[in-house]
């Protein structure tokens, strides 16, 4: 179950619909309320991973009974049984898949018996093939579901360019010693690879300094307490929670140097990180994973460098490198910026949203 400030969910798709329709949101939030038009019905956020999985559907019924809505849009694979029930009372039901999430499976520690629960969720989600309208995030699920979804659609979740003019800010106030990362923190995420190039540039007399808006969660904050150079770095490790897409990039203001060092995995070779478009559109130049899809935006439009994301040694190099060549920042967040606006943005991405709730509305 996602959080209710979900940058797809709430930032693109509530706050464009709210424009046109009556919204209600149900989500893991502190409490009900209306935020932005957006009427927001609060679920608790439970620990237990088997507990979500198997009796969230359960516990959402009757909240979605009490809204009583015409179209009900899902993100979650676990949510399946409501949607088939919901389909059951003459409701119409979008399914929105983020991830990959039959390969996703393969890529989570802890899941056990990942070949079986593989073969189980192939069964799971056939019926929802046939009986929902389907939303993929990227292109390349197109592969796995082409032939499985009887009626699907492509929704990129680009920038949306005016929520992020606001936090665009002049070359010569971004501080090139201080680097940004936004979103999940995992491990998968190459925050051990950070912290290792922030010590060997240290050991070289550079001092960055790493801030960091995400939730960091006790096994990952473990690790890298273990790290045998940790204390050398502790300063230099800003570490704010779990932040509004706002308050989070008003961080970013004083960066000079996005990251987003993801991990060779199934799901994410073939998806775009969101946070890339992001960084492109407040002109922050960044460095990501080499990988090809993400070779295409950022060395094809000169505007990031990339990197093997299991390297610290080759991260802190381009670190430095993006550090010392202002002249190379400069470009690279000019470049990030106009082609975002031409390419990568939501105003066609919410055009195609309300065409398919106009449809389904018919």
Known sequence: MHLSFDTRIFYRYCKSLEKIYEVWLIACHPKSETIS?????????????????????????????SINAKIYHLHDPELIPLGLILKCFGKKIIYDIHENIAEDIFDKDWIKHKKL???????????????????????????????????YSIIHNYCDINFFKNYEEMFSNRNPNNLFYIGVLFENR?????????????????????????ELYNPLAEKMSKLPFFEDIRSQLIFYGRKNLEDGYAISKNCGIGLCIIHPMSNSIESYPTKLFEYMQIGLPFITSNFELYKKVAEENFCGKTVNPNDAEALSAAILMLYLDEEMRQKMA???????EKHYNWETEKQKTYSIYKNLLK
């Open 334 to 340: 000019n470049n990030g910026k106009q082609v975002v």
């Open 117 to 151: 629960w593989y073969e189980i969720y192939n069964i799971f989600e056939k019926p929802a093939m046939k009986w929902f309208k389907i939303i993929l995030a990227e292109d390349s699920y197109a592969k796995r579901y082409h032939n499985r979804a009887k009626d």
């Open 37 to 65: 038009n957006i009427n927001i019905k609060s679920y608790p956020r439970y620990k237990n991973r088997y507990f979500r999985v198997f009796f969230s559907w359960l516990l959402l019924l009757p909240k979605c009974i």
């Open 190 to 214: 190459g925050i051990l690879e950070i912290c290792t190039a922030i010590y060997l540039l240290k050991q070289k007399g550079y001092i960055f300094n790493f801030h960091c808006v995400g």
